[in-house]
């Protein structure tokens, strides 16, 4: 069988470029070592920058390498409910020392909510918009704040930039090279926190 060379770019940031990415995939898959998929570039800004799976490795690392984006004074935005990416949020408050003044907001998170406890009131103030037994405490100390809100305004909230996100912490259960995410079950306003914040960490239990 003749070689059949195909050269394409892509792109990370432009859907259809995933669309195309998944059609190479599957013509590999097809035709084996008859197809040689060459030139597999991002052009991003009109620039030939980096290899798609480099880009991939650059996104890819441990939690405690992720949370050093937040600084102090940010706006933290945590997922909801049994979902909530527990080794974000204790590599975040490990990091209690570095930083002052970060907001750490969510609606009730199950397990533990470290960043809210007495010794860490300096580097962390928690805002809740749906209390949980695990910071009851702390609001009824006066060391996190209790917003009431209907669920229904939160987007909304968040969209309009009432609420600040500069970092979103989301877990999800796949997700891929290029950011593309998929979650089971309810989402808790996650599309709107991942479009409004500045920067977006996930943990996921397969890529």
């Not at 669309?19 to 197809?35: K, M, S, T, V, Y």
């Not at 939690?63 to 102090?72: G, H, K, L, N, T």
Request: glycine content about 6%; hydrophobic content about 45%.
């Amino acid at each position: 069988m003749k070689l059949v060379e195909v050269a394409y770019f892509s792109d990370l940031l432009c859907v259809w470029a995933y669309i195309a990415e998944a059609r190479i995939e599957q013509l590999r898959a097809d035709f084996g070592a008859a197809l040689d998929p060459g030139g597999r570039r991002l052009q991003r800004e009109g620039k030939l920058t980096m290899q798609w799976n480099e880009a991939f490795r650059r996104k890819v690392m441990s939690a405690d390498e992720a949370v050093q984006v937040i600084r102090s004074g940010d706006h933290v935005w945590v997922h909801a409910g049994c979902n909530s990416p527990v080794e974000l949020t204790h590599a975040m408050t490990a990091r209690a020392a570095e930083l002052e003044g970060v907001e750490v907001t969510h609606l009730m998170v199950m397990g533990k909510a470290e960043y809210a406890a007495p010794e860490h009131a300096k580097s962390f103030r928690h805002r809740s918009v749906f209390t949980g037994a695990n910071v009851r405490e702390a609001v009824a100390d006066g060391r996190a704040d209790y917003v009431p809100v209907f669920l229904s305004e939160i987007p909304r909230l968040i969209s309009s930039g009432l609420q600040k996100v500069d970092v979103a912490l989301i877990h999800v259960q796949r997700c891929d090279a290029y950011g593309n995410a998929q979650i089971d079950g309810i989402q808790f306003m996650d599309i709107d926190l991942a479009m409004a914040a500045n920067r977006v960490i996930l943990t996921t239990e397969r890529i």
